[in-house]
């Protein structure tokens, strides 16, 4: 039973490249949701999907940040023309339906040089 | 969802219980009470959760104030493993758009051999 997977681990960047981001939710779960932890600092959250939609983005920078999460596949966080500022770990989690019970997955660390 | 107070720090010796305290004076009625935690370099892990009566589970216990202004996480042996940021969070009943987690700054248990 494998939990959320999420993929690359570790990814490196220049700047002013695009950094993708993939999230596969838990078998079952159907809710996924993006949190940003810059060094030292605590989670905070980014976009909340379900299939096909975009729940909430309240948390998403208003600019070349966008997220995904397509009928098929995993859900993927889009960081465009990345920045050193951008340079963080990016954790997804899962929820079933009715959003109790999220898992989280072990994260992708990005880094901008 | 409601404001949380927990210290910044906590220190603990192996094999001895850890009693880690939460405020949430603001708690609403509704409001369910989860804890979580981050081991280093690791995404946060569901601990425990409750709403009114005290919880046990296999890695923890919560009780809860009776006027649920407070709450408190017991580990009943803390075990090197055990050092993480221990977050505590108030979760009002999964509602369509409000899916997300709202994390603070937690509470860094240490524990010495």
């Known amino acids: 039973n494998a939990g959320v997977m999420q993929n690359p681990r570790h990814l490196v960047r220049r700047r002013g490249q695009e950094a993708r981001l993939r999230c596969s939710p838990m078998k079952g779960h159907s809710h996924v949701y993006w949190y940003r932890q810059l060094p030292e600092e605590g989670l905070k959250f980014m976009v909340y999907l379900q299939k096909e939609n975009i729940i909430d983005e309240s948390g998403m920078p208003k600019e070349r940040f966008s997220a995904e999460f397509p009928k098929e596949g995993p859900s993927i966080l889009r960081i465009q023309q990345v920045v050193r500022g951008d340079s963080a770990a990016y954790f997804c989690?899962?929820?079933?339906?009715?959003?109790?019970?999220?898992?989280f997955g072990s994260g992708t660390r990005l880094t901008v040089v | 969802d409601a404001k949380t107070t927990q210290p910044n720090s906590m220190e603990s010796n192996e094999e001895e219980p850890v009693h880690l305290p939460c405020n949430h004076s603001t708690i609403s009625g509704t409001d369910y009470i989860h804890w979580y935690r981050q081991l280093p370099s690791q995404g946060p892990e569901y601990v425990i959760h409750?709403?009114?009566s005290n919880v046990n589970n296999r890695m923890a216990s919560l009780a809860i104030a009776e006027d649920r202004k407070s709450s408190t996480l017991i580990l009943h042996r803390a075990t090197l493993r055990d050092a993480a940021v221990y977050y505590c969070?108030?979760?009002?009943?999964?509602?369509?758009?409000?899916?997300?987690?709202?994390f603070g700054k937690g509470t860094k248990l240490s524990v010495k051999p």
């Open positions: 409750g709403l009114t």
């Open positions: 969070i108030l979760r009002a009943p999964f509602r369509g758009s409000q899916g997300n987690l709202i």
């Open positions: 989690a899962s929820s079933p339906a009715g959003g109790n019970g999220y898992t």
